[in-house]
């Protein structure tokens, strides 16, 4: 009898650092995929004029090789208040992944970039193309709020 309980134990044991493992490495694959600023050749920047026309302001369709990206801007009191992307890659199941988790980090790089006049967004590692993309399509929205 105490060896069955002491083999339970040890099986259980097994099964919890399994667990632990598995459960590591998805943490692990997802952290180093959303790491900001480790992708491409440095962080794409922006030209950011003064001052902005109020409005809204849709910033070019940009294809990459994993679908479109577009960026919309809305501006009060000549400064962007907010960017959304009406347009994330996702014609595949793993590109509607990245652009679920990418989507929002660079919203709020670009937020921050804006609001700070950094002119920098930093690429979001694992989705190198929709980051580049990104800020090409925001600049196009940021030009038009210029002119």
Do not use: W
Not at 4 to 19: E, M, P, V, Y
Not at 80 to 99: G, N
């Amino acid at each position: 009898m105490k060896r069955d309980g002491a083999r339970l134990r040890l099986h259980s044991a097994i099964l919890t650092r399994k667990r632990r493992a598995a459960t590591g490495a998805a943490a692990s694959a997802v952290s180093s995929m959303l790491l900001v600023g480790c992708g491409g050749f440095g962080a794409p920047t922006l030209q950011i004029p003064a001052p902005l026309k109020n409005g809204q302001y849709t910033g070019q369709d940009i294809t990459t090789r994993f679908g479109d990206v577009q960026v919309e801007i809305t501006v009060s009191n000549g400064h962007i208040t907010d960017v959304q992307a009406p347009l994330l890659p996702s014609d595949r199941a793993r590109s509607v992944e990245i652009s679920q988790a990418a989507g929002p980090i660079l919203r709020d790089e670009a937020l921050q970039a804006v609001s700070a006049k950094t002119a920098q967004i930093d690429t979001v590692s694992g989705a190198t193309y929709t980051s580049d993309a990104y800020v090409q399509s925001l600049q196009s929205a940021i030009d038009q709020a210029h002119a």
